[in-house]
């Protein structure tokens, strides 16, 4: 408890002094000033999507009439609250209480004057999981950098992406299932009126977002209702490619609806009728993500980038280097490895053993990495080559593959989420981790090509942009480079397989 608290506390720096207040539709908000930086915590930007409103676009926000406090965070999104589990340990986890209640921004602005750039940061948790006030998000050291920055929730799980024909039925234009994403463009609504209260340019916004955020960013992209809310996009771990992933269809995703509201009481009354906790542990729950509905999300993400329909801005894109593979990987015998190659692979496997072979336990474990590896680096490839193709804007890829000096785990290495920390510039807030000069300076390059990026759309040098084709990659190591990922060889197998209809 004690070090949640602190945890808590640790959202606003020690030396705090009370703001006059800032006029928002919210309501007139009172924030803290710490040195260069303006904080407001748990901003609500929508109406609670509680009792009628579950399951429904959320709604204008409430103004207060009392002037609010914005000196903590909001509760994170009903969820299940696991707090950390290696190796996302407590600074990369949920840390305060979850309601259904938790439509709220975490702004940070710059003390100084002045029109600033926005980044809007979407928090991944594969769309069940996370919260704005995850500590390693935390904004200061942007805004410190001349960049506001805001954290938004959005619904997750069961209350944010369930679909069914009665609930198709009631939007007004035959829609379902896309709450959270909903919630997203409500927060970019949100920040387009309010940001220039607190010294902010609404021509200069930047989306951002890590894992399920990127995925979310892809989407609001692709997004006609997202269009004309943000400048530029930045996706940490999830350029999409098609069809590598997909998502669910309407149809497909009420059926699933409909057959868990038969299964709880047989209408929507009875489901915005059970307690959020009852809905969260259901073990018959319908998937739980994201879904092509006809009007907030028309096409897929990958589709979009044939036949464009949303948003052309600059694309800031990449992945950690042991994104799909630890240091030390899943164990997995040369026999176990080569049969999962052809079940997968079917009539490629012959291939792809040829180029990552495991004719030995240990040849199999080095293969199962470097397969992941350069499956990541061509799907960001092919990502950026379909973009610059179809869009005037610009594609920036990077490669983050600094290892954390983590004494205790090193096993796990430029693991999914550990590059949020050197972007962020919020290394001091993990205290697991052994960070050292070379971190820092990672974490500097890092912070730089977010502010530049968000003020100018571009990183600037050393950065380089993909071409048509893919690359390079800008690569965050022990050092700054740029460098090409894939030899001919690998960059055609892949090409073929990410590329079949």
Same mark, same amino acid.
Request: with cysteine; net charge neutral; glycine share 10%.
């Given at each position: 408890?004690?070090?949640?608290?602190?945890?808590?506390?640790?959202?606003?720096?020690?030396?705090?002094?009370?703001?006059?207040?800032?006029?928002?539709?919210?309501?007139?908000?009172?924030?803290?000033?710490?040195?260069?930086?303006?904080?407001?915590?748990?901003?609500?930007?929508?109406?609670?999507?509680?009792?009628?409103?579950?399951?429904?676009?959320?709604?204008?926000?409430?103004?207060?009439?009392?002037?609010?406090?914005?000196?903590?965070?909001?509760?994170?999104?009903?969820?299940?609250?696991?707090?950390?589990?290696?190796?996302?340990?407590?600074?990369?986890?949920?840390?305060?209480?979850?309601?259904?209640?938790?439509?709220?921004?975490?702004?940070?602005?710059?003390?100084?004057?002045?029109?600033?750039?926005?980044?809007?940061?979407?928090?991944?948790?594969?769309f069940?999981?996370?919260?704005?006030?995850?500590?390693?998000?935390?904004?200061?050291?942007?805004?410190?950098?001349?960049?506001?920055?805001?954290?938004?929730?959005?619904?997750?799980?069961?209350?944010?992406?369930?679909?069914?024909?009665?609930?198709?039925?009631?939007?007004?234009?035959?829609?379902?299932?896309?709450?959270?994403?909903?919630?997203?463009?409500?927060?970019?609504?949100?920040?387009?009126?309010?940001?220039?209260?607190?010294?902010?340019?609404?021509?200069?916004?930047?989306?951002?977002?890590?894992?399920?955020?990127?995925?979310?960013?892809?989407?609001?992209?692709?997004?006609?209702?997202?269009?004309?809310?943000?400048?530029?996009?930045?996706m940490?771990?999830?350029?999409?490619?098609?069809?590598?992933?997909?998502?669910?269809?309407?149809?497909? /995703?009420? %059926? =699933?609806?409909?057959?868990? +509201?038969? *299964?709880?009481?047989?209408?929507? @009354?009875?489901?915005?009728?059970? !307690?959020?906790?009852?809905?969260l542990?259901?073990?018959?729950?319908?998937?739980?993500?994201?879904?092509?509905?006809?009007?907030?999300?028309?096409?897929?993400p990958?589709?979009?980038?044939?036949?464009?329909?949303g948003?052309d801005?600059?694309?800031?894109?990449?992945?950690?280097?042991?994104?799909g593979?630890?240091?030390?990987?899943?164990?997995?015998?040369?026999?176990?490895?080569?049969?999962?190659?052809?079940?997968?692979?079917?009539?490629?496997?012959?291939?792809?053993?040829?180029?990552?072979?495991?004719?030995?336990? /240990?040849? %199999? =474990?080095?293969?199962?990495? +470097?397969? *992941?590896?350069?499956?990541?680096? @061509?799907?960001?490839?092919?990502? !950026?080559?379909?973009?610059?193709?179809?869009?005037?804007?610009?594609?920036?890829?990077?490669?983050?593959?600094r290892?954390?000096?983590?004494k205790?785990?090193?096993?796990?290495?430029?693991?999914?989420?550990?590059?949020?920390?050197?972007?962020?510039?919020?290394?001091?807030?993990?205290?697991?981790?052994?960070?050292?000069?070379?971190?820092?300076?990672?974490?500097?390059?890092?912070?730089?090509?977010?502010?530049?990026?968000?003020?100018r759309?571009?990183?600037?040098?050393?950065?380089?942009?993909?071409?048509?084709?893919?690359?390079?990659?800008?690569v965050?190591?022990? +050092?700054?480079?740029?460098?090409?990922?894939?030899?001919?060889?690998?960059?055609?197998?892949?090409?073929?397989?990410?590329?079949?209809?």
């Amino acid at each position: 408890m004690r070090r949640c608290a602190a945890w808590m506390m640790g959202l606003v720096a020690s030396v705090a002094v009370a703001q006059a207040p800032v006029k928002t539709e919210s309501g007139d908000l009172t924030g803290v000033r710490s040195g260069n930086v303006r904080t407001y915590l748990g901003v609500p930007f929508a109406a609670p999507p509680v009792g009628n409103l579950r399951w429904k676009a959320p709604q204008p926000v409430v103004r207060s009439a009392a002037v609010l406090a914005a000196d903590k965070p909001g509760p994170a999104c009903v969820q299940v609250l696991s707090r950390s589990h290696l190796p996302w340990t407590e600074a990369f986890m949920v840390q305060n209480n979850a309601s259904e209640d938790c439509l709220s921004v975490n702004i940070w602005a710059p003390a100084k004057g002045g029109k600033h750039a926005v980044l809007v940061f979407f928090h991944g948790g594969a769309f069940n999981e996370g919260s704005n006030s995850i500590a390693s998000y935390d904004g200061t050291a942007l805004a410190e950098h001349g960049v506001i920055v805001v954290d938004a929730n959005y619904r997750l799980g069961i209350l944010g992406y369930l679909a069914t024909t009665a609930l198709a039925e009631e939007s007004g234009h035959g829609s379902a299932g896309n709450y959270g994403l909903a919630d997203q463009i409500a927060a970019l609504g949100w920040v387009q009126r309010n940001i220039a209260a607190f010294g902010g340019d609404p021509a200069r916004v930047t989306i951002a977002g890590q894992s399920a955020g990127a995925q979310s960013v892809a989407q609001l992209i692709a997004s006609p209702r997202a269009k004309g809310l943000f400048a530029g996009a930045i996706m940490n771990s999830g350029p999409p490619v098609w069809p590598a992933t997909s998502i669910t269809r309407l149809p497909e /995703a009420e %059926a =699933a609806g409909d057959k868990f +509201t038969q *299964a709880h009481g047989g209408s929507l @009354a009875a489901l915005r009728a059970m !307690a959020a906790e009852d809905l969260l542990n259901a073990k018959d729950a319908p998937p739980r993500r994201p879904v092509v509905d006809g009007w907030w999300l028309t096409e897929e993400p990958g589709d979009d980038l044939r036949t464009p329909v949303g948003s052309d801005v600059p694309v800031l894109a990449g992945w950690n280097a042991d994104e799909g593979g630890t240091a030390v990987p899943n164990g997995k015998t040369a026999d176990a490895y080569r049969a999962d190659a052809e079940k997968k692979m079917g009539a490629d496997a012959t291939r792809f053993l040829k180029l990552y072979p495991g004719e030995d336990d /240990a040849q %199999a =474990a080095k293969s199962q990495v +470097t397969a *992941a590896r350069d499956r990541n680096y @061509a799907i960001a490839a092919l990502y !950026a080559d379909a973009y610059v193709r179809r869009r005037a804007s610009e594609v920036y890829l990077y490669d983050f593959s600094r290892v954390p000096p983590w004494k205790a785990h090193p096993e796990f290495g430029a693991h999914h989420t550990a590059e949020l920390p050197y972007f962020f510039g919020t290394l001091d807030r993990v205290k697991d981790r052994d960070y050292d000069a070379t971190d820092r300076a990672v974490s500097r390059e890092a912070v730089a090509a977010w502010v530049a990026f968000a003020e100018r759309g571009r990183p600037g040098p050393p950065w380089v942009l993909a071409h048509n084709g893919g690359g390079p990659f800008n690569v965050l190591g022990d +050092t700054f480079k740029v460098e090409s990922k894939l030899d001919s060889l690998r960059a055609a197998f892949w090409k073929s397989i990410l590329s079949k209809p």
